[in-house]
Structures are given as structure tokens and as C-alpha cells.
């Protein structure tokens, strides 16, 4: 016999359930989309962030920010102190500019555990953040473990830059609850979260992404499932022609970031930009972009492979196009 959860599929049914209670109470559809995404995202309290570098650190740093119970996990313990270390300094550079206090500090702090397993880090997840590392192999295995080792309510989100997120819903049983939740970096600072439908994603998914998303005073646009989504088609292929204009001695660093800069109102330039995202990340999607629309515009300049070959990857590194 088919009971509840299988036939309504798990949260599903109680978003149904919110539903029909609201329609009852207030019988006014308008009233009806504020009412459901606050019931809805009231019962996800405990988020797991998977990877803890650049985005992974923000991430967490943003939610427990909001309120919201975080589990911090990455297989490196070495990212981990250093992730807590960069939390503390953040919150530090907020409390400089009035926007939080001391309390909010310690409370922020007090909120973020961290793991370097993953089944012990999502074993009480109600939705996660996938950020670890730009690769598809290790995207695809890590949402086929997060399917095995999360309750079945858990939406499972990837903040990958480009990769598809149709492609890694297949790597899981539950392709309905699994989204691109893009966020910017740095991750506390940036407004933009870019919500990505996958080809299955259900609507009750994007509904709560859309108004977890608000919660944390961010703003949501969403984007179909195609390469690079919008913000990484439109944003690489200008720092790959900045590396070109490198590369070819059009002009040196300073001078090509110094143009984008004061002539067309960027607050930083595309090099330093690029430093700041990471040259293996921006390496990554430009392979992503190339491959995906077999469109020779979106092939990496040579300088930004041997740059990643030879370790320099920007501010993480210590080295990219600057130093640091
Ligand atoms: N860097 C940016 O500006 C930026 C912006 C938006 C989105 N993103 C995306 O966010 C994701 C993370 O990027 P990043 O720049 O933070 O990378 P990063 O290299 O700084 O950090 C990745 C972390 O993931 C960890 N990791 C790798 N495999 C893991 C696994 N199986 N389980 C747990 N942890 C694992 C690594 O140890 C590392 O600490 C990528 O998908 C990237 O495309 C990056």
C-alpha cells in the first residue's frame, strides 16, 4: 500500500499539507506564496557545507551568520582550522565596520562544527552545500555518497561554477531535490545566489531555495541548466581575453586591470579577479565552457594552463598574476 511519504515524497507532502491549510485559512493565493516558503524553510535548521576553501568558508560563515545550525566538513583537516581561522577574521573585519557585534561574533562561531567525514558531517542534514572542488569526478561520487548518507527530506545543492547540475541530480536517487546554488565570492559580501534548475529539479525545490536564499538577505536569479550557467559564460571568457592581452604583451597586469578599472567602472580588474577565484577554478570552467558548447572562443589561454601547472593559482597560492 502506498502511504504518505511515498506518495507525496517526503516534504513534499508536508508543503501539500501547508498548502491546503493556508488556502483554507486565507483562501487567497497571494498570501498563499508568502505563507509556504516560511513553513517550509522554519523546519530547515541544519545545514552541512561540504569543502571548506575559499567559497566553502563563506558559506558556512553566511548561514550561521542567519541563525542556522552548520556542520563544516572537508576530507582536509588542515582546510578546516584554516576555514575557522578566516571566519574569525571576517566577522572581525564586520565588527570594524559596525555591521555586527562582538555577541554576534561568538555566537556566529559557536554555531559552525566541523568534520572531516562526511557521513558524520551530513548524518543530520536537512539540506547541503556542496563546495569542494571544481572536478566533475569528484562532484559526481560525492553526491552518489551525500544520496546514500543524507536523511531522504535532504536537498542536496551544488555551488559549482559550471559544471551541470542535471549531470550530478544523475549521480543520486533523488534528482527532484538536487540544485545549483551559486553563490558569489566573497560569499558574506556578495548579494548575488544564482539558482540553477537542474533538468529534474522539482518546484518545491527551487520555491525553498528561492526563499532560503532571502533569508540569508541574499537575492536570487535563476538560471537554466546550461554551461557556465549565466554568470561564468559572460564573466570567463573576458579574464581569459585578459590573459590573452597578457600573454600576446598588449600590456602588462597592472595596466590591462588599471583600463577595466577606471575605464569601465570594475571595482577590480580581471587579473586580480581571476587571482581572487582561484586559477585552477577559472581554468576549470573555461574547460567546462570549451567542452560543453565545442566552441573553440572558450579555449583556456596557454599562460593560464602553465600557470595552473606550475602552481600558481592566484591568492590561495600566494601567487598568480600578482603576489600576496
Ligand atoms: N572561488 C570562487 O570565487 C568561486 C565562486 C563561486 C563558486 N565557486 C565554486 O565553489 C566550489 C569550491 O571552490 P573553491 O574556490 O572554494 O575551491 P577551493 O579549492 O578553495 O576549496 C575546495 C575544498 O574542497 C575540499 N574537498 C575536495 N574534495 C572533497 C571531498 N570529497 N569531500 C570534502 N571536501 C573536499 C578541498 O580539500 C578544499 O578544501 C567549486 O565548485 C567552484 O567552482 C568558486
Given at each position: 500500500?502506498?502511504?504518505?511519504?511515498?506518495?507525496?515524497?517526503?516534504?513534499?507532502?508536508?508543503?501539500?499539507?501547508?498548502?491546503?491549510?493556508?488556502?483554507?485559512?486565507?483562501?487567497?493565493?497571494?498570501?498563499?506564496?508568502?505563507?509556504?516558503?516560511?513553513?517550509?524553510?522554519?523546519?530547515?535548521?541544519?545545514?552541512?557545507?561540504?569543502?571548506?576553501?575559499?567559497?566553502?568558508?563563506?558559506?558556512?560563515?553566511?548561514?550561521?551568520?542567519?541563525?542556522?545550525?552548520?556542520?563544516?566538513?572537508?576530507?582536509?583537516?588542515?582546510?578546516?582550522?584554516?576555514?575557522?581561522?578566516?571566519?574569525?577574521?571576517?566577522?572581525?573585519?564586520?565588527?570594524?565596520?559596525?555591521?555586527?557585534?562582538?555577541?554576534?561574533?561568538?555566537?556566529?562561531?559557536?554555531?559552525?562544527?566541523?568534520?572531516?567525514?562526511?557521513?558524520?558531517?551530513?548524518?543530520?542534514?536537512?539540506?547541503?552545500?556542496?563546495?569542494?572542488?571544481?572536478?566533475?569526478?569528484?562532484?559526481?561520487?560525492?553526491?552518489?555518497?551525500?544520496?546514500?548518507?543524507?536523511?531522504?527530506?535532504?536537498?542536496?545543492?551544488?555551488?559549482?561554477?559550471?559544471?551541470?547540475?542535471?549531470?550530478?541530480?544523475?549521480?543520486?536517487?533523488?534528482?527532484?531535490?538536487?540544485?545549483?546554488?551559486?553563490?558569489?565570492?566573497?560569499?558574506p559580501v556578495m548579494k548575488l545566489v544564482e539558482v540553477?534548475?537542474?533538468?529534474?529539479?522539482?518546484?518545491?525545490?527551487?520555491?525553498?531555495?528561492?526563499?532560503?536564499?532571502?533569508?540569508?538577505?541574499?537575492?536570487?536569479?535563476?538560471?537554466?541548466?546550461?554551461?557556465?550557467?549565466?554568470?561564468?559564460?559572460?564573466?570567463?571568457?573576458?579574464?581569459?581575453?585578459?590573459?590573452?592581452?597578457?600573454?600576446?604583451?598588449?600590456?602588462?597586469?597592472?595596466?590591462?586591470?588599471?583600463?577595466?578599472?577606471?575605464?569601465?567602472?570594475?571595482?577590480?580588474?580581471?587579473?586580480?579577479?581571476?587571482?581572487?577565484?582561484?586559477?585552477?577554478?577559472?581554468?576549470?570552467?573555461?574547460?567546462?565552457?570549451?567542452?560543453?558548447?565545442?566552441?573553440?572562443?572558450?579555449?583556456?589561454?596557454?599562460?593560464?594552463?602553465?600557470?595552473?601547472?606550475?602552481?600558481?593559482?592566484?591568492?590561495?597560492?600566494?601567487?598568480?598574476?600578482?603576489?600576496?
Open positions: 500500500m502506498m502511504n504518505a511519504h511515498s506518495a507525496f515524497g517526503g516534504w513534499a507532502f508536508f508543503l501539500h499539507l501547508a498548502r491546503v491549510l493556508c488556502c483554507i485559512g486565507y483562501g487567497n493565493s497571494c498570501r498563499f506564496v508568502m505563507f509556504v516558503p516560511y513553513q517550509y524553510n522554519s523546519i530547515m535548521r541544519h545545514i552541512s557545507i561540504i569543502g571548506s576553501g575559499t567559497m566553502g568558508n563563506g558559506i558556512a560563515h553566511t548561514f550561521a551568520q542567519f541563525g542556522f545550525d552548520v556542520s563544516l566538513v572537508d576530507i582536509n583537516p588542515d582546510a578546516l582550522s584554516k576555514a575557522l581561522l578566516t571566519i574569525a577574521d571576517n566577522l572581525d573585519r564586520q565588527i570594524k565596520k559596525g555591521t555586527i557585534t562582538d555577541s554576534d561574533k561568538l555566537h556566529t562561531l559557536g554555531r559552525i562544527a566541523t568534520y572531516s567525514s562526511v557521513a558524520d558531517g551530513v548524518k543530520a542534514a536537512d539540506f547541503v552545500v556542496e563546495a569542494a572542488t571544481e572536478n566533475e569526478a569528484v562532484k559526481l561520487g560525492l553526491f552518489a555518497e551525500l544520496d546514500r548518507l543524507c536523511p531522504a527530506h535532504t536537498i542536496l545543492a551544488s555551488n559549482t561554477s559550471s559544471i551541470s547540475i542535471t549531470k550530478i541530480a544523475s549521480a543520486t536517487s533523488r534528482p527532484d531535490k538536487v540544485i545549483g546554488m551559486h553563490f558569489m565570492n566573497p560569499v540553477i534548475k537542474g533538468y529534474a529539479t522539482s518546484v518545491d525545490t527551487i520555491t525553498t531555495i528561492i526563499a532560503l536564499s532571502k533569508q540569508l538577505d541574499k537575492v536570487p536569479v535563476e538560471s537554466n541548466d546550461y554551461p557556465g550557467f549565466v554568470a561564468n559564460r559572460i564573466l570567463m571568457p573576458m579574464i581569459n581575453e585578459a590573459i590573452y592581452a597578457l600573454y600576446e604583451g598588449v600590456a602588462d597586469a597592472e595596466a590591462i586591470d588599471t583600463v577595466m578599472k577606471l575605464g569601465m567602472a570594475h571595482p577590480m580588474g580581471p587579473l586580480q579577479l581571476a587571482d581572487f577565484i582561484g586559477l585552477d577554478v577559472c581554468l576549470s570552467i573555461l574547460r567546462v565552457l570549451h567542452s560543453g558548447f565545442g566552441n573553440p572562443k572558450y579555449a583556456p589561454c596557454p599562460l593560464l594552463v602553465n600557470m595552473v601547472a606550475a602552481g600558481k593559482l592566484g591568492r590561495k597560492s600566494g601567487q598568480g598574476f600578482y603576489r600576496y
